[in-house]
């Protein structure tokens, strides 16, 4: 077993209890759209678990799209743990079922405490020419310029 295998399998476990315990306090009762309006919720062969692990596991390695991460890493090299990954399309239509729960994680686990000490980097960023800077309609007031 090799550290990235530790790695996935470990996050998983830790995604996998949260979800359990979610869908358990929560039961289906999230009003996340308009009531009003029926939409088919089709069983998707990945559960969300697995999508959770395979978002938050594209921001350990190196690479520079989802794409090629997910055609590549996770249908190539990890397709003994994902066996029933679906197509890129699909999991990209997917992905906003697990946004709020996703969210609701990253807040409990994954963000570290405030101390009560802030960094703010005020640095000013030129956004426009100096020719073109009393044009700027978008920044008027706090442009600033090279």
């Known amino acids: ?10 996050l998983f476990c830790v995604i996998d209890d949260f979800c359990k315990h979610f869908e358990a306090e ?45 055609l590549f890493f996770i249908k190539g090299t990890f397709k003994s743990y994902f066996p029933d990954a679906v197509s890129y399309n699909r999991f990209v239509e997917l992905e906003s079922r697990v946004f709020f729960p996703l969210m609701f994680f990253l807040n409990l686990r994954a963000f570290g405490r405030c101390t009560g000490i802030t960094f703010v980097d005020s640095t000013m960023i030129p956004v426009c020419h ?15 310029w090279r």
Request: aromatic share 14%.
């Open 1 to 10: 077993m090799q550290t990235t295998d530790y790695k996935i399998t470990e």
């Open 26 to 70: 929560n039961g289906g009762k999230l009003l996340l759209g308009d009531d009003t309006t029926k939409r088919r919720r089709r069983k998707a062969s990945l559960s969300d678990s697995e999508s959770m692990t395979i978002l938050l596991y594209f921001h350990f390695g190196t690479f520079r799209n989802f794409k090629h991460y997910y």
């Open 130 to 144: 100096n020719l073109r800077r009393y044009a700027n309609k978008a920044f008027k007031g706090i442009a600033t």
